[in-house]
């Protein structure tokens, strides 16, 4: 007989109930921070104000969680460590609006299963409290306790009768920071609710009940908290809030991501590709967004029960929500605050540079700022104080106007230039103390959302070339810009098809027509033939944008005049996301005067 065939002879048979909870509890505890997790659920959707949690070994050994919820009635104690017993749903329009942490009925008796358990639970209008023990699935009666009003789960050896699973743990230093984890998070969705973290006897966390901000800080640290902008947006009955962090603190690191829908941490790649998006102008590639954002809707727009587990969800409305996102987040970093331009910053601007500026090539360019437009709302500088030093640069300039030591007055947020510091660096003194930028980068900034918003209006000028300029490309690229020569004229360039394998440039953008034509030309050629035009031109438009303005910015070793550096610093001052350039590195720094005082031990 065959090996099918003996396969196919074996009868098929009903599982016993405790192997078919063992085999759950595989989707469900996955390790104790799961157990912990679904848990620390019941007794938040139980109404419990204080939680206090017990780990021993990393919740390996023991997890012990103790509330004052509602409590759980005599009759129901067996029946809360039975599958698929819940007081959550009755019915499946139950499950299509589900407004409570847990739902399933699945937990208790999933661990129940491959642990030892002691259910100890008091109701509200019971005499005294009631105890059930259960070990690898087997129920005792319940027997009479003492406690107060509320719950406590006391559950030891988990996996003790499963070893397979049991030894694919880490170690207990790891299981800790998984449970500690799921701690956190439960508490920043419930800053009304006490908890006390315990492992090995000592007290690790103690969160008293407290504001949802105030909680945040607790939490997540006070550098979290100094380095985010508040969110608050609403469209129907849609709704986000929380904090998001400034593009100048991100770090590489995902570990601050937190999103909480209806109350329930989420992992959701809709969600993360919405942030990702909102922070792609902003944020450079090696980085990544932190924020602790709460989204809510009616339970009926989103569906939980995807999972066991219960992190991953759909949104009925995906693209909605994806939409809403987006916009909500992208809008509070287009502001000049999120970039720290703020005439009541505090000293913080952008952050601290840790690598290296954009690479641009030795091409110098005009630089085509409107200095006096932008300089006619201010006094003009003393043009006759000081002298210029040649040498490494434009060290020394004529000096910026004082300020009132409160900060107070019409002075610009990011002050008045000072000099020049190797053809590359700006600085300026504004009320809070020095201000660094790159002048390069900002530029490239500056150029870049003139340009975003010229197409967006269809009205980019172009500037025409007095002597067309010719170059020999590749034949696929003529082939491919050919049918797309209209849409490229409708961001300035007016490119004319000579031969198979040359094309003549007449008239690029103008807010780049200091830029050399023929590397503009040849930047869009490559982009072409890397994305094709069709796709260059819809869905990676601001990309072209990014590269051309790359292109238009000033280039470093370009001497600039003081009235040109502070028409800089005033079109940064309006210009949406100018703590960024386009690659995400910062533009622009600031040391406050306590930080230089520091540095030099003034009042020491």
């Given amino acids: 007989m065959s090996g099918l065939d003996s396969v ?8 016993p109930d405790v192997l078919i909870s063992q085999i759950a509890a595989g989707e469900v505890v996955e390790r104790p921070a799961a157990a912990l997790k679904e848990i620390l659920e019941n007794s938040l959707d139980a109404g419990a104000t204080e939680i206090r949690i017990g780990l021993e070994q990393g919740g390996i050994k023991r997890i012990r969680v103790s509330d004052n919820g509602a409590g759980i009635q005599r009759d129901e104690l067996l029946l809360a460590l039975t599958r698929h017993a819940t007081s959550k749903i009755t019915s499946l329009a139950d499950l299509e609006q589900v407004a ?19 259910l100890t639970s008091r109701s509200v209008e019971a005499e ?6 259960a070990a690898g699935g087997h129920l005792d009666a319940p027997a009479p306790a003492a406690r107060a009003a509320g719950t406590t789960i006391d559950i030891q050896d988990l996996f003790f009768n499963t070893p397979a699973r049991r030894k694919f743990l880490k170690t207990e230093a790891t299981e800790y920071a998984h449970c500690a984890e799921t701690v956190r998070r439960l508490a920043l969705a ?11 006897g000592r007290v690790q966390l103690r969160l008293n009940a407290e504001p949802a901000a105030s909680r945040v800080r607790q939490v997540l640290g006070e550098a979290f908290e100094q380095n985010t902008i508040a969110v608050d947006a609403a469209a129907g ?3 986000v809030s929380g904090w998001v962090i400034r593009p100048g603190a991100a770090t590489a690191s995902r570990d601050g991501q937190h999103v909480f829908v209806n109350g329930r941490h989420v992992r959701d790649k809709l969600i993360v590709h919405a942030l990702k998006e909102a922070y792609r102008d902003v944020l450079h590639h090696q980085l990544n967004p932190a924020y602790c954002l709460f989204i809510s809707l009616p339970p009926e727009g989103v569906d939980v029960n995807v999972h066991p587990a219960k992190t991953e969800i759909r949104f009925r409305d995906s693209r909605g929500v994806h939409q809403f996102l987006f916009h909500a987040v992208e809008r509070l970093l287009s502001a000049p605050a999120a970039s720290g331009i703020s005439p009541a910053a505090d000293g913080v601007g952008g952050a601290v540079p840790t690598f290296g500026r954009a690479h641009v090539s030795p091409r110098q360019a005009s630089m085509p700022l409107q200095v006096n437009e932008a300089m006619a709302s201010y006094a003009p500088l003393d043009q006759g104080l000081g002298d210029r030093i040649q040498g490494l640069g434009e060290l020394v300039a004529p000096a910026a106007q ?9 002075a610009p947020p990011l002050g008045y230039a000072l000099a020049q510091l190797h053809g590359i660096y700006v600085l300026a003194q504004n009320a809070q103390g020095l201000v660094l930028v790159d002048m390069h980068a900002a530029h490239e900034r500056v150029v870049y959302e003139k340009l975003k918003t010229a197409l967006d209006a269809r009205a980019v000028p172009a500037q025409s070339l007095l002597i067309p300029v010719a170059l020999t490309v590749d034949a696929r690229d003529v082939a491919e810009i050919s049918p797309h020569l209209d849409s490229l004229r409708d961001i300035g360039f007016d490119l004319s098809i000579t031969s198979p394998t040359s094309v003549a440039v007449r008239s690029v953008p103008w807010l780049l027509k200091d830029a050399d034509p023929v590397e503009l030309t040849r930047a869009v050629l490559r982009e072409v033939a890397e994305f094709g035009a069709a796709r260059l031109l819809a869905e990676r438009r601001n990309e072209l944008l990014a590269t051309l303005a790359c292109h238009g910015a000033v280039r470093a070793n370009r001497r600039l005049t003081l009235p040109e550096m502070n028409a800089l610093l005033r079109e940064m001052e309006t210009t949406e996301r100018a703590g960024q350039c ?12 306590k930080e230089l005082d520091a540095m030099f031990m003034r009042g020491r």
């Avoid at 847990?102 to 030892?116: C, D, K, M, Q, Y």
């Avoid at 005294?128 to 023990?133: C, G, P």
């Avoid at 419930?190 to 090995?200: C, D, K, R, S, V």
């Avoid at 386009?582 to 005067?593: D, E, K, M, S, V």
């Fill in 128 to 133: 005294h409290a009631w105890q059930v023990q």
């Fill in 190 to 200: 419930n800053p009304e609710t006490a908890f006390t973290l315990i492992h090995n």
């Fill in 237 to 239: 009955a849609l709704r």
């Fill in 582 to 593: 386009n690659h995400g590195r910062p533009t622009w720094f600031q040391l406050g005067l």
């Fill in 8 to 15: 196919l002879a074996v009868a098929i048979r009903v599982l």
């Fill in 402 to 410: 004082p300020f009132a030591e409160n900060g107070a007055g019409d």
């Fill in 100 to 118: 409570s942490l847990g739902f399933r009925g699945e937990a208790l008796a999933s661990i129940a299963a491959i642990a030892r358990v002691q």
